[in-house]
């Protein structure tokens, strides 16, 4: 089970980010972590359910990702919630800096994947929705499927 042929290989994902937020930007960022937490990954122990990234003295920490403990790292298993270095360029940070200082803007992890054997997250630029907001994505969600069903109908009977 080899990741190195350039395919990401996603561990998870946050979907009620799209739900909660109108994403304006996203991008991608290495994480810094220990090997326990790559060996965990790799078995599919993460959950981005109420996560989010800060920016702090110039560096990007991800904060409230969940990942589990390695069964066969005994003691050695880092905390589970613990806060965890984003790997982005000066450039990067300083533009998610002045972005992140609008109101309402916030940087959340939308997914965790491997690609090339490296641990990544893409991040978006959100801002939060509003209640009708959410409506007009649910009307808009179920209209979809309605749609889908009667092109498959109409297939069938043909």
Partial sequence: MREDDGKKKIIASNRKARFEYEILD???A???LLGT???ALREGKANLGDAYADIRRGEVYLLNV?????EQAGRSNAPPMRE?????HRREISRLERRVDERGVTLIPL?????HGRAKVELALARGKRRYD???????RENQRD????MRNRNRSS
């Fill in 26 to 28: 996203s991008f991608e």
């Fill in 30 to 32: 290495g994480i810094a």
């Fill in 37 to 39: 937490e790559v060996k």
């Fill in 66 to 70: 969940h990942i589990g403990a390695y």
């Fill in 84 to 88: 965890r270095k984003l790997l982005l």
């Fill in 111 to 115: 997914s965790l994947y491997f690609v």
């Fill in 134 to 140: 959410k409506r007009q994505s649910i009307q808009n």
């Fill in 147 to 150: 749609l889908a069903r009667v």
